[in-house]
């Protein structure tokens, strides 16, 4: 597209663009024009180098540094003012990064504890309780009851070590949807409050009240009253069950620990996606899916129980702007033939709108963006069976402690070995509602756009 071409100003002229069937055919001629317009119109609008980005960027990094002072955490002032907690940073910051908060932490409580063991097979040995006792072994089981006891008395069990613990998520993070592209944050109590800023609109002002405005020398100042708050990040118990023959046990210890690394990162990354998509919220993390994410927008469906083309334009013109070079499409198995023989009418006849990429390389992509498909979106004619979303807005809190233990007791009868491995992570949307755009226009816009009913 050449570079004369005009950039929509505001979402609603990027929808009316976008259903002006001649100026569609322009925009999609090629991929490069596509690409071209999709980067223009984000950056004009919010995107990466612009003021604004800076400054929600510099304004939440104040709040919380003030937060670490109230709590009488003076440390480093240049620490302080190296956090980086713009949702919208890849460079991997201090505190926001999903590698940081998977990765091996050397200050996380199972560190103190990797010494003792050699490996996986090790600490699996160790902990089995038809391992004949020992000195060394009753030492070390000591030595785990009591780590697990200082950080999760209420857990019970033994304290996973930091090297096993980073190498479960890690292989985690491959089957991940969420973890991946969330702001992760590394939790060091089992409740860490973060803040947020109250943004309703940017008409007037941007994030809850700052104000920027032109006016003569010696003029007096307009007054500004921003809206900052918190959520709290308070980590909830995930366990995990898994109950062993002892033969196997006894057979081949070593084929089962090799087991626990495959099969225990993907049952625990399935159950974390689960619940930071759907999550009530309530013993659980509270998902970015549905009403309860008070910042969501559910847009309305053309059609009943179908997804059209209409659809999916109304859905990129309400994303955040400055998001749309972050964000992903998220949907459900069964809404993917629907997207694959997409049309578009045009006057009495219409033609067919590849809209998917099918015949590119995985993964398959909407408008530039990737499309994840996932079983844990809703039904086909459900809210949310196809959704938009930036996750660097959705937060997750790891404690970044493990606990293990084995017994008997459960599966006694069987003459099997129940293994139990308790995780403490939480998660949560960062924003508090949808924004009204400054130019005043009824169609707000969100990071966390879904399909509705």
């Not at 919220?281 to 847009?299: R, T």
């Amino acid at each position: 597209m050449a570079p004369t071409k005009t950039v929509p100003r505001n979402a609603a002229e990027l929808a009316e663009m976008l259903a002006d069937p001649a100026k569609l055919k322009e925009v999609m001629a090629s991929k490069e024009s596509l690409t071209e317009f999709i980067d223009s119109y984000g950056q004009a609008q919010q995107g990466d180098g612009t003021e604004l980005n800076r400054l929600v960027a510099e304004e939440t990094q104040k709040v919380f540094a003030q937060m670490l002072r109230d709590n009488g955490m003076k440390g480093d002032k240049d620490a302080i003012r190296r956090l980086d907690l713009d949702p919208q940073n890849k460079r991997g910051g201090m505190l926001t990064s999903h590698r940081q908060g998977t990765a091996y932490n050397a200050a996380a409580p199972g560190a103190s504890i990797d010494k003792h063991f050699e490996n996986s097979v090790d600490y699996v040995h160790t902990i089995w309780h038809k391992t004949k006792m020992t000195d060394d072994i009753g030492e070390k089981l000591s030595m785990l009851r009591n780590a697990a006891g200082s950080v999760s008395p209420a857990d019970g069990g033994f304290l996973v070590p930091e090297t096993l613990r980073a190498q479960l998520l890690q292989i985690a993070l491959e089957q991940s949807v969420v973890r991946p592209l969330a702001t992760v944050i590394p939790m060091d109590s089992a409740r860490v409050p973060m803040p947020i800023i109250d943004s309703t609109t940017n008409r007037g002002s941007v994030f809850g009240g700052m104000i920027a405005y032109w006016g003569e020398e010696s003029a007096a100042l307009q007054d500004a009253n921003p809206q900052f708050g918190r959520v709290e990040l308070d980590a909830k118990k995930l366990t995990g069950l898994s109950a062993v023959p002892n033969e196997l046990l006894q057979d081949s210890i070593v084929s089962f620990a090799s087991l626990i690394e495959t099969l225990w990162p993907q049952a625990l990354a399935f159950s974390e996606d689960s619940a930071f998509m759907t999550g009530t919220g309530s013993g659980m993390p509270l998902g970015f899916f549905g009403p309860k994410n008070k910042s969501a927008i559910p847009v309305a469906r053309t059609t009943s129980s179908k997804i059209q083309y209409t659809d999916i334009v109304a859905m990129y013109a309400q994303m955040l702007p400055s998001s749309l070079s972050n964000a992903v499409w998220i949907c459900a198995p069964d809404a993917l033939p629907q997207l694959l023989q997409m049309s578009l009418d045009v006057g009495t006849g219409g033609n067919s709108v590849f809209v998917v990429n099918a015949a590119g390389p995985a993964p398959m992509t909407i408008f530039g963006r990737p499309l994840i498909i996932s079983e844990k979106a809703g039904q086909l004619g459900a809210r949310g069976d196809i959704a938009f979303v930036d996750l660097s807005y959705y937060l997750i809190g790891d404690r970044q402690t493990m606990t293990a233990d084995s017994s008997t007791d459960y599966r006694f009868g069987s003459d099997q070995t129940t293994f139990r491995i308790i995780q403490r992570v939480d998660g949560r949307p960062w924003l508090q509602s949808a924004i009204t755009p400054q130019n005043g226009s009824s169609k707000k816009l969100s990071p966390f756009i879904e399909l509705a009913a």
